[in-house]
């Protein structure tokens, strides 16, 4: 086994590690907030006179007392940090209340009042988007956010062509993110008049925008550092940039620091889960096997608000047909406003809803036509050169697809398995299942959004470093993974290089942490700081001490013939004595990409990996239980920096896509969440879980400047579709809804 | 009275219906103890009680009136080097998000007390009360098996 490197793993397994709970400040109080009763009304008064006379209570904030913005997002400024009038959602904040400790705040926040206009509340983005519908946000004049289509070749030709059509409906549910730690934030006003903030965040850069757009500063006037955060899988984005203004909000009015540490019920309530998804496929084939056309018409829920539905939404629309080249492609995508909790980025983000459903359609396609499901996809996957559905040749980088499926189905036999599988023989008393699943997914942003990142690495005239990116460490171990890229470009050992604990007034803007794009943008930005720092270096040599220097290992500068002309500390020391600062600034701009809205055809990312898993199952007829006894996977990572970690990366995305694909779904009534904590939402635990085998491929990537691409979201996209196949060849039957809810047979 | 990581603490009586998670992580600064759902299903908050692992926020002092407590903080060895348990933690790449490492950390220990060459069915089953989100489990499962042999080196025939 080769040893893990994570610079936090000593702080987290000897509990120094702190997280924002768990500091406190002189004279800090604790604010607690009132969540609406109720998903839409409107509100008429709210009462705080018995409230504010509680013991211990230091004040209570309304919308009203908002000095900056009372509304502010992602994408579209919707949310509101207080509501000012209307209740779009239970998840809405109404009050805060600020008191001298924790357990007076929570018992005064049940005294407020609220008159309430009640409104007809909408739950079925179906029903939403009818004409006739009531408008969620009636400034809006309609319940659609947003819309994408892809018109790829012609469908009625398709159409004509095909001698078989399949239609199958799939749906997905809501899903809880479940990070371990709920939303926390810790604000004080500095001296300097700046509003510092540490929070439970993922994206301190997207939480400075919430704070300061609610208080009215200038970005300047915003400080977030950031400390060890519990889990994020995309979750503690907009939700915990709220209760970071919030909590700003309260220490900016009372001036005092101020704590806001959510419950995990509050946590539940309120925070935006993964989009549930209606997906409805029809897919057309001829008789030699190939794909002739897909029409495909998805909604999804986006709740109450925005959030950043029109980019989740946006990858369903570019991967819409999965891996797969289809000639003609019909597809309209919607993403509807309703009463409901808001929706937002998980995980995988757009891309588990949709494999899905395709994974299984193919399959469905393959029996159709006699084939099996391994010959079907190689006569359709997409192979080196080919052309996506959005138009884009996928020629920048090796197409790794063929490799990633040969590698899983022979570690886990699965040719000579699937002669095993018992598709719901009355004769057995344990049904076995194996199956399996394929993905590509766009790296990083895409046309999403600009995406660029940066590096500082400045080195100490001891020669020690001192390194940041504009990366958030989200507990996948991103700052581990700077570390080391950093140690390899420069030769030197990790124990010369320390992170530096980041703060937003430091560092650019990098963007977010999201995307399984901090390996990729973040070390591209290292890897290009690096090399800056190391022409800054050669150049002091080459005037100096006329050697031109090669390269850079074991702490030493070697000329192109291998003779160490200096050590590391010496040419530091001569940079410092030349008054010439070992200091470089690198970014990494992803290269170009593009995109039309208007016919859904672009080059939409601008490199790509492959992925496959494949899982083995069995199910006991009587009862329907589900158990799990193998997954392997195979994902390319261009290149793998972190070995240990990018295994864990694998485990940890298999775990939570079969929880997704057995049982995890995020029930509501009347636009609440039902579920209040973890007892009524189950996610794996140890003994749910097989062994799991994880198969590191590595194919560098031209594109990116450390060679490495990304790894948390593909793990986590095709472990639920690989389970719903795999339960398919055991009991004969599909389950097109997600999660599979087993029938007793 | 009440032993936390060998330091003994009088109770008064306005302390006694007081949550020990609470205790420890408000009176005593021990913040390694973690709060995740505060209902005792997560098992972030899991300390041992007379070498027991337990869950603090299940417990008020009343409860734990005249133990032994552990927390994360106090399993280190007595030479201040990490205890075999955390160090297989850090070599198996067993840590994430690190906010579940405490409690799986203590019932890991509370098990390889009891049973010193458990199987990984047997790990699996001591750790289905710790709730992690980030690692599927198998590096931490690694991690105690890997503690095991180092701390209990089987005997040679």
């Known amino acids: ?745 | 009275m009440i032993t936390v990581n060998g330091i003994n603490y009088e109770i008064g009586n306005e302390l006694k219906d007081k949550k020990l998670s609470e205790w420890l992580r408000e009176d005593l600064m021990l913040t390694g103890t973690k709060i995740g759902c505060n209902i005792g299903v997560c098992g972030s908050c899991t300390v041992l009680v007379n070498s027991e692992a337990k869950r603090s926020c299940k417990l008020t002092l009343k409860d734990v009136e005249g133990s032994k407590v552990v927390t994360i903080e106090g399993i280190a060895l007595e030479d201040g080097s990490l205890h075999p348990l955390q160090q297989a933690f850090m070599d198996a790449g067993a840590i994430q998000c690190g906010f579940c490492t405490p409690g799986m950390v203590l019932s890991a220990l509370a098990l390889l007390l009891k049973n010193h060459h458990p199987s990984r069915e047997e790990i699996r089953q001591a750790l289905k009360g710790n709730l992690c989100r980030c690692t599927g489990y198998q590096q931490i499962v690694d991690a105690v098996e890997l503690a095991a042999k180092q701390m209990y080196p089987t005997p040679k025939h």
């Open chain 1, 1 to 745: 086994m080769t040893k893990a490197f994570r610079n936090d793993a000593y702080a987290k397994v000897t509990g120094k590690a702190k997280y924002t709970d768990d500091y406190t400040m002189q004279g800090m109080l604790h604010a607690v907030p009132l969540h609406a009763p109720v998903a839409s009304a409107v509100i008429k008064k709210i009462n705080v006179d018995k409230a504010c006379a509680m013991p211990g209570v230091v004040k209570i904030i309304t919308a009203a007392d908002i000095p900056g913005s009372i509304k502010f997002g992602q994408i579209i400024k919707d949310y509101p940090t207080l509501v000012h009038k209307r209740i779009r959602t239970t998840g809405d904040v109404v009050a805060l209340v600020v008191a001298n400790s924790r357990n007076q705040a929570q018992a005064a926040v049940q005294a407020i009042e609220l008159e309430l206009e009640n409104l007809s509340p909408l739950y079925d983005p179906e029903e939403a988007l009818l004409a006739k519908a009531n408008l969620i946000n009636p400034e809006y004049g309609s319940n659609l956010c947003n819309y994408h289509r892809v018109r790829t070749g012609d469908i009625r030709q398709g159409e004509q062509e095909a001698d078989i059509v399949l239609e199958q409906e799939f749906n997905t549910s809501r899903i809880e993110h479940a990070y371990m730690e709920p939303e926390a934030s810790l604000c004080h006003m500095r001296p300097d008049g700046v509003m510092e903030v540490i929070g439970s965040m993922q994206h301190p850069f997207s939480t400075r925008r919430f704070v300061a757009s609610t208080l009215g500063f200038e970005l300047k006037d915003v400080e977030v550092k950031t400390v060890p955060m519990g889990g994020g899988f995309g979750g503690k984005d907009d939700t915990a940039a709220l209760v970071c203004a919030r909590t700003a909000l309260c220490a900016y009015l009372t001036k005092h620091p101020v704590k806001l540490t959510y419950s995990r019920e509050m946590s539940m309530r309120e925070s935006y889960k993964r989009h549930p998804y209606r997906m409805q496929y029809k897919m057309g084939l001829n008789k030699d096997g190939k794909i002739v056309f897909v029409k495909v018409r998805m909604v999804a829920d986006s709740g109450a608000y925005c959030s950043v539905t029109p980019w989740v939404t946006w990858r369903s629309t570019v991967q819409c047909c999965g891996c797969y080249e289809v000639p003609n492609v019909h597809c309209d995508v919607y993403g509807v406003y309703t009463n409901n909790v808001f929706t937002g980025a998980f995980r995988g983000f757009g891309s588990p809803q949709v494999n899905w459903a395709i994974e299984q359609l193919v399959e469905m396609a393959a029996e159709k036509l006699g084939l099996d499901e391994l010959e079907f996809r190689r006569i359709n996957m997409v192979k080196q050169g080919s052309t996506t559905v959005t138009n884009q040749v996928l020629n920048t980088h090796k197409v790794s697809l063929g490799e990633v499926m040969d590698k899983v189905l022979k570690e886990i036999d699965y040719k000579n398995k699937r002669k095993h599988c018992s598709y719901g023989d009355t004769k057995q008393d344990t049904w076995y299942g194996i199956g399996f699943a394929i993905s590509y997914r766009g790296m990083s942003l895409g046309a999403e959004g600009v995406d660029f990142n940066s590096a500082i690495i400045n080195v100490q005239p001891d020669g020690s470093v001192l390194l940041e990116t504009g990366v958030h460490e989200n507990g996948q171990g991103a700052e581990s993974v700077m570390m080391l890229i950093a140690a390899e470009e420069l030769g030197l050992p990790i124990s010369r290089i320390r992170y530096r604990m980041p703060s937003t007034s430091n560092i650019p803007d990098g963007g977010t942490t999201v995307a399984s794009r901090g390996t990729l943008l973040g070390g591209g930005a290292t890897t290009n700081a690096a090399r800056i720092l190391k022409d800054i270096i050669s150049e002091t040599l080459k005037t100096y001490m006329q050697r031109n220097a090669a390269s850079f290992e074991k702490e030493s500068i070697l000329d192109d013939e291998g003779q160490v002309i200096c050590t590391w500390n010496e040419a530091i020391g001569l940079c410092y004595s030349k008054q010439i600062y070992p200091y470089a600034f690198g970014v990494f701009q992803a290269p170009r990409v593009s995109w039309d809205e208007e016919t859904g055809h672009g080059d939409a990312y601008f490199t790509w990996v492959y992925g496959c898993q494949a899982v083995e199952l069995e199910v006991e007829p009587k009862t329907g239980k589900v158990t799990l006894l193998n997954i392997v996977a195979a994902h390319d990572v261009g290149k793998a920096i972190n070995r240990e970690m990018v295994k864990g990366q694998f485990y940890g995305g298999m775990a939570t896509g079969a929880g997704y694909g057995l049982f995890e779904e995020v029930p509501l009534k009347d636009g609440a969440v039902i579920p209040t904590n973890f007892h009524q939402y189950r996610i794996m635990r140890a003994t749910d879980l097989p062994e799991m085998t994880a198969i590191i491929v590595e194919n560098p990537d031209p594109t990116s400047p450390s060679k490495a691409k990304g790894i948390g979201e593909p793990t986590l996209e095709i472990t639920a579709p690989a389970i719903a196949n795999a339960i398919y060849r055991a009991t004969g039957k599909r389950y097109t809804d997600q999660p599979i809810k087993m029938r007793k047979q």
